[in-house]
C-alpha cells in the first residue's frame, strides 16, 4: 500500500524549514532521478528531446537536460521561455556546460514532457495545446515530469494531456494521478525521492494506493472445518437473474462455504452447487440490488430488520428505502458512476451527471463518506474507490477487459464471499477489489467474460 497525496507544497516546505534543505537541492535530486530512467532505458547518444515550461518543473527539465548533455544528443525547447529563477539559473548552467536551446521539435528517441506539473488549474494555451498534440503523436518513448501537462489538480485533461510511458513524479506520489481520465496518460508511475528519505518527506494522508502484492486471499487453514465455518451468502434474484446467479457463482469460487439464490421463481436455473431459496433469513450475509428491478419491494422492510452484512448493488440506487440501510453498520455499496449520481441526489448531496462524477471523483466519494462514515462505498471505474470513514482506498491495478456487462456482478458477489467469511467490510471490499482487478488482467482484453473472470479467481492463488 502506498501513500498518495493531494499536495506536495506542504511536505516541500518541510523540507526548505526542518532539513534545512534548498530548492536547487530537490530540483537536482528530481532531475537525476528522471536522468536515471533515461540511462537504465536507452544507450548513449540516444537523441532526447526535453520540452520545458517557464516555471519551477520546466527547470526540472533543464536541469535533465545538462545531465544529460555530453551523453546523449539533447534537444531543449522553451515554447514559452524561462520565467522562474531557478528556470533561469538552470537554464545559465545548461548553457554553460555547452547546450542549447532550440526552436523547433525534431525526432528523437525520447520526449520529456516538462511544460506544466501538478497544479494546473486553467486551461492550456491553445499554443501548448497544439504542442501536446504534436508530442503525442510523435513515435518516442515519452516521460512526464512530475506530472502530465494538461491534467489539472483533479486529474482531468484540460482540455488535453501529454500521454506519457513513464511518470517520474516528484517527493511524493499525487492524487490526481489516479484519476480515471490520468490511467490513460500516466504510464508506469515512480517516485523521485528528493533529498530525504520518502518516510522524512511525506506526512498524514487520506489516500491510499493498493498494490498487486497487498492482495490477501480467502485461506483456510483449518483441517477441522466444515462448509458453515466459511458462511452462507444469500443473493436475492430479480427480474435479471442472470445478474443475481453470476454473483453466487463468483462468491462459491471465492471461498463461500454455502451460497443460496433466493428467488420466487421456482423454475429458475441455476448451477447444481447453488442452492435455492424462498426466503431471507438464515445466512451469514446478503448480496442484493443486481438485476433485482422491483423484485423484493415488499420484503424490503422484512431485510433491513436482518443483523448481517451486506452488499448492495445496482438498482438499490434507485430506491428511497436506500436512506435506511445507510443507517446500518457493516454495509458494502458497489455503484457505477450513473448509479452513485442517483444515489447522492436520493440523499440529499447534490445532483451531477454521470461525467460530473467522473471529473470529481474523489471529491465526491469523500463527501459522502465523511457523510456516512459507518458505510463502505466502492466507486467502480477505471480506478476503483474505496471510501470509509473519510479515507480513500484506490485500486488502479484493473484493466480495460474489465468493461463488459457482468463484471460488476461479479465483484458483488466477491465481497458477499468475504462478509460472509466474516471478513470486515473494509477488508472485504479492499480485497475483493484486488482480486477481482487481478483475474481481470486478460489478453485479448476484448474477450473476457464474467464466467471467464470468475473461473480465473481459481489461479490467483
Known amino acids: 500500500m502506498k501513500s498518495v497525496f493531494k499536495e506536495v507544497y506542504s511536505l516541500d516546505k518541510k523540507c526548505y524549514e526542518k532539513y534545512k534543505l534548498t530548492e536547487d537541492i530537490l530540483m537536482e535530486h528530481a532531475a537525476y532521478s528522471m536522468a536515471l530512467e533515461i540511462y537504465k532505458r536507452f544507450p548513449k547518444f540516444s537523441k532526447v528531446n526535453i520540452v520545458s515550461g517557464p516555471g519551477n518543473n520546466g527547470a526540472d527539465g533543464v536541469t535533465l537536460a545538462r545531465i544529460l548533455h555530453g551523453d546523449y544528443i539533447v534537444n531543449l525547447y522553451l515554447p514559452l521561455g524561462a520565467k522562474s529563477q531557478m528556470c533561469k539559473l538552470q537554464l545559465e548552467r545548461f548553457k554553460a556546460v555547452g547546450g542549447k536551446v532550440k526552436e523547433e521539435c525534431e525526432s528523437a528517441d525520447v520526449i520529456v514532457d516538462a511544460i506544466f506539473g501538478s497544479g494546473l488549474k486553467r486551461d492550456l494555451s491553445p499554443e501548448i495545446v497544439s504542442l501536446v498534440r504534436k508530442m503525442n503523436k510523435a513515435s518516442a518513448f515519452k516521460l512526464a515530469c512530475d506530472i502530465p501537462t494538461g491534467l489539472d489538480d483533479k486529474g482531468n485533461p484540460r482540455p488535453v494531456a501529454f500521454k506519457a510511458d513513464l511518470t517520474v513524479t516528484m517527493g511524493a506520489e499525487k492524487l490526481s494521478l489516479y484519476s480515471d481520465a490520468a490511467k490513460d496518460c500516466v504510464g508506469e508511475i515512480i517516485r523521485a525521492d528528493l533529498g530525504v528519505s520518502f518516510n522524512k518527506y511525506k506526512g498524514p494522508t487520506k489516500y491510499h494506493v493498493w498494490e498487486k502484492s497487498d492482495l490477501t486471499l480467502p485461506v483456510r487453514d483449518k483441517q477441522n472445518a466444515h462448509k458453515r465455518t466459511y458462511g452462507h451468502l444469500g443473493v436475492l434474484v430479480g427480474e435479471k437473474p442472470g445478474a443475481g446467479i453470476m454473483a453466487g457463482m463468483a462468491a462459491f469460487n471465492f471461498g463461500c462455504g454455502l451460497v443460496s439464490i433466493v428467488s420466487h421463481d421456482d423454475n429458475i436455473n441455476i448451477p447444481y452447487e447453488i442452492m435455492h431459496s424462498h426466503h431471507i433469513q438464515g445466512f451469514s450475509a446478503l448480496a442484493f440490488g ?42 458494502v455499496l458497489t455503484p457505477h458512476p450513473k448509479e452513485f449520481a442517483s444515489l447522492l441526489k436520493i440523499l440529499g448531496i447534490g445532483e451531477y451527471s454521470p461525467s460530473e462524477i467522473q471529473q470529481n471523483r474523489f471529491e465526491l466519494a469523500e463527501k459522502f463518506s465523511e457523510k456516512y462514515p459507518k458505510v463502505v462505498l466502492l466507486l467502480k471505474g477505471a480506478n476503483k474507490i474505496i471510501a470509509y470513514r473519510g479515507n480513500l482506498h484506490i485500486d488502479p491495478n484493473g484493466s480495460v477487459a474489465l468493461a463488459k456487462g457482468g463484471s460488476g456482478d461479479v465483484l458483488a458477489g466477491m465481497i458477499g464471499s468475504l462478509l460472509a467469511q466474516g471478513w470486515h467490510p473494509l477488508k472485504a ?7 477481482h482487478s487481478i483475474a481481470g488482467n486478460y489478453e485479448p482484453n476484448y474477450a473476457l467474460t464474467p464466467l471467464k473472470l470468475i473461473k480465473r479467481l481459481e489461479s490467483l492463488a
Open 429 to 435: 471490499a479492499i480485497h475483493a477489489s484486488l482480486a
Open 290 to 331: 443486481m438485476g433485482l428491478n422491483n423484485h423484493f419491494d415488499d420484503e424490503m422492510e422484512n431485510i433491513l430488520s436482518l443483523d448481517i452484512p451486506m452488499v448492495i448493488d445496482a438498482d438499490m440506487f434507485y430506491k428511497d428505502v436506500i436512506k435506511e440501510f445507510l443507517k446500518k453498520e457493516n454495509i
